[in-house]
T-cell receptor, first 116, second 115 residues
């Protein structure tokens, strides 16, 4: 297991199209988080899962965004009817939370989305 | 409302000298802090963390200091190397209290180490 894997690395799409990104976390990690990073900013929290349960969603996650983690392993983030403002780097991170402590908060390389 | 602030967008340091990157936060509920390094076209790479029960954590050339009363943390890199040139983000979480471990990131400081 070499870390958190995100696909695709880059995605260019026309405004109004739907896109889906995938994140494969480190296998023993029970937590999976999605962040978004725009130019000149730090990553911003979008949502997170504990196993297959989505426990929190940020106000940044509009109705056009949906995330799933169907079997508690990989996760997908879908954006419907993309807008130019959705252009950003989408980052996935996973960790193991056990006994109230958090271990190995590891980021993937991200998916860079460009909406034209 | 920026809860985590990195007020220096960039920093240049000579190779071999100390690099000091600063971070301020406003939320007193934050109890766990991380520093990440980011190269272009890559995801952030974890560097070092510190819990609010400590005021210092060291890992090789990297030391993080936490001043809870000032709500300030700093990352010291000694000695600085050209390969340290990257953007550094600090991040804070109330995870130990809330259990969510979602992080609030600063806007980053671009460190350039000059050979």
């Amino acid at each position: 297991d070499t870390g958190v894997s995100q696909n695709p690395r880059h995605k260019i799409t026309k405004r109004g199209q739907n896109v889906t990104f995938r994140c494969d976390p480190i296998s023993e990690h029970n937590r999976l988080y999605w962040y978004r990073q725009t130019l000149g900013q730090g990553p911003e929290f979008l949502t997170y899962f504990q196993n297959e349960a989505q426990l929190e969603k940020s106000r940044l996650l509009s109705d056009r965004f949906s995330a799933e983690r169907p079997k508690g392993s990989f996760s997908t983030l879908e954006i419907q009817r993309t807008e130019q403002g959705d252009s950003a780097m989408y980052l996935c991170t996973s960790s193991l939370v056990a006994g109230g402590a958090n271990y190995g908060y590891t980021f993937g390389s991200g998916t860079r989305l460009t909406v034209v | 409302d920026q809860q985590v602030k990195q007020n220096s967008p960039s920093l240049s340091v000579q190779e071999g000298r100390i690099s000091i990157l600063n971070c301020d936060y406003t939320n007193s509920m934050f109890d766990y802090f991380l520093w990440y390094k980011k190269y272009p076209a890559e995801g952030p790479t974890f560097l070092i963390s510190i819990s609010s029960i400590k005021d210092k954590n060291e890992d090789g050339r990297f030391t993080v200091f936490l001043n809870k009363s000032a709500k300030h943390l700093s990352l010291h890199i000694v000695p600085s190397q050209p390969g340290d040139s990257a953007v550094y983000f600090c991040a804070a979480s109330g995870g130990r209290t809330s259990g969510t471990y979602k992080y609030i990131f600063g806007t980053g400081t671009r460190l350039k180490v000059l050979a």
